[in-house]
């Protein structure tokens, strides 16, 4: 197996591009399509401050090696989830990362900030664990980013992240989803940009880069997350990519360029409500009061009490 | 496993997709062509992540 670019000894092979990879051309072959994706959805200015919201694992920790590489001025985020020791050990993941690096990683913490953590918070709300988790982490990524005076928000989702989502809001036709379903969503209505420059690299990629340039990642899947849907997905999709590489590229890029702009109306019309700060906590909300400070509120309400033997009244009827 | 084996083949033994995977040994990628002796010790990673958020 040789380099598609220098004909030395290959480490790895891209079927979806049909071509084969030493190291020193398959980090700038990542470096090459983050850049492609920055540029082809002007995702990014050369002098934008970013904020990259970091988990400790591959694709986070790959998107911020990137983009020190390419030039941005970039600073790690990263939100104490309170998921046992998975959270405890996706902070010296990331922590360490930018130790070494000299890197400024700002941390919020769920349950020290907010009073509440993930796996409590969700089953008080009654809300899945991964919902729970997601409204929780954009609220926190937004303030973080207004905090701190950030051009943007970059987040690691890659390819099999976004043909993943994009099955799932195909398969359920939620038309307002599939027209957010972009690489870059512009800042608006007091919502900071949010920007994907992974998009077009696979999380075999970005596993393979960390391995090349020395990053050591969380390799654990978060505990929460077994069974829910989106990893099926992501399961079906490689099936299908194994026997037809370049699938999963042609499924999400293909929605991109020939249909998502035909779902605009709908993410339109959903988003013609009015826009007023929260009450409580004054960010940006549809609502009276935001998403998340109703979460935090229910989750933060259901102190646990400690329950002692009944005792049956005398008299009590049976 | 018995040995030698292509890498390959190795992931095709233990019915794992070759998109879903990598294999390591002592820290360094190992091709999907490249013949594991049979003393050889590999790590087969999983690449996938999972929350939609």
């Not at chain 1, 990259?52 to 104490?80: H, P, R, T």
């Not at chain 2, 084996?5 to 360094?28: F, K, P, Y």
Request: negative net charge; proline residues 4%; glycine residues 8%.
């Amino acid at each position: 197996m040789k380099c598609q670019v220098c004909r030395g000894p290959a480490i790895i092979d891209v079927r979806r591009h049909n071509a084969n990879f030493c190291q020193e051309h398959f980090e700038r072959l990542c470096r090459d399509q983050t850049k492609k994706s920055i540029d082809e959805f002007s995702m990014l200015e050369p002098d934008d401050r970013v904020l990259v919201a970091v988990s400790g694992g591959k694709d986070s920790l790959a998107v911020w090696d990137i983009l020190l590489q390419l030039g941005y001025e970039a600073d790690g985020f990263y939100i104490g989830l309170g998921i046992g020791t998975y959270s405890d050990e996706s902070r010296g993941y990331a922590q360490r990362f930018a130790d070494e690096r000299g890197l400024t990683l700002i941390i919020d913490d769920l349950l020290r900030d907010h009073g509440f953590d993930v796996p409590h918070g969700s089953r008080a709300a009654k809300r899945a664990p991964c919902s729970a988790c997601g409204l929780s982490k954009r609220h926190l990524f937004d303030e973080a980013a207004r905090r701190g005076n950030y051009d943007a928000i970059v987040t690691g989702h890659n390819l099999d992240d976004e043909a993943a989502v994009l099955m799932g809001n195909v398969l359920h036709w939620q038309a307002d989803y599939l027209g957010r379903q972009l690489p870059h969503l512009p800042a608006a209505n007091g919502f900071p940009k949010k920007v994907k420059p992974l998009v077009r690299l696979t999380e075999r990629d970005t596993a393979a880069y960390c391995l090349m340039r020395g990053i050591d990642y969380l390799v654990d899947e978060c505990p929460m997350a077994a069974g829910n849907k989106h990893l099926s997905y992501k399961a079906a999709l490689n099936d299908i990519e194994v026997d037809s590489p370049g699938a999963k590229h042609a499924f999400f890029f293909g929605f991109l360029d020939r249909a998502a702009h035909r779902f605009a109306a709908a993410t339109s019309e959903t988003e013609e409500v009015m826009i007023t700060p929260c009450e409580r906590c004054g960010a940006p909300s549809s609502n009276d009061v935001c998403a998340f400070c109703r979460l935090s509120e229910r989750a933060t309400d259901a102190v646990p009490i400690e329950l002692g033997r009944t005792r049956r009244r005398a008299g009590a009827r049976k | 496993m018995d040995g030698p084996v292509q890498v390959s083949v190795l992931l095709t033994r233990l019915d794992l997709n070759r998109e879903a995977h990598l294999v390591i040994e002592d820290g360094q990628l190992v091709p999907g062509d490249k013949t594991l002796g049979k003393d050889a010790v590999v790590e087969v990673r999983s690449v996938i992540s999972g929350g939609a958020a």
